[in-house]
Nanobody
């Protein structure tokens, strides 16, 4: 599956952004989808995922209550609604896909990656 992330931009602290990830391929519904991010000088970190089977979600503690991940299998898309953004959310955000995965939280568990979209939150 190929992934294309979009929706990043510059926003003030407290603002909102919605990231989208469009997938190609015929088996999107069998992939657990996730968002990761990499801030300058830091390693890539898990943000959220949504499972292929039941649509259950897992969030990093740093974004719980502010970010919401969702998916639309019919559109082969996954979204990340980001509210109450903070300067520390500034990073390149990547969508990723893991076939038939459960509880996948590490980058190496994901076989497919999008190109990333920049999110910058100003204070």
């Amino acid at each position: 599956v190929q992934l294309q992330a979009s929706g990043g931009g510059l926003v003030q602290a407290g603002g909102s952004l919605r990231l989208s990830c469009a997938a190609s391929g015929h088996t999107f519904s069998r992939y657990t989808m996730a968002w990761f991010r990499r801030a300058p000088g830091k390693e890539r970190e898990f943000v959220a995922n949504i499972s292929w089977r039941l649509g259950s979600t897992i969030y990093a503690d740093s974004v719980k209550g502010r970010f919401t991940i969702s998916r639309m299998n019919a559109r082969k898309a996954v979204y990340l609604q980001m509210n109450s953004l903070k300067p520390e959310d500034t990073a390149v955000y990547y969508c990723a896909a893991a076939a038939l995965a459960s509880d996948a939280l590490k980058p190496h568990e994901y076989e497919h990656w999008g190109q990333g979209t920049q999110v910058t939150v100003s204070s």
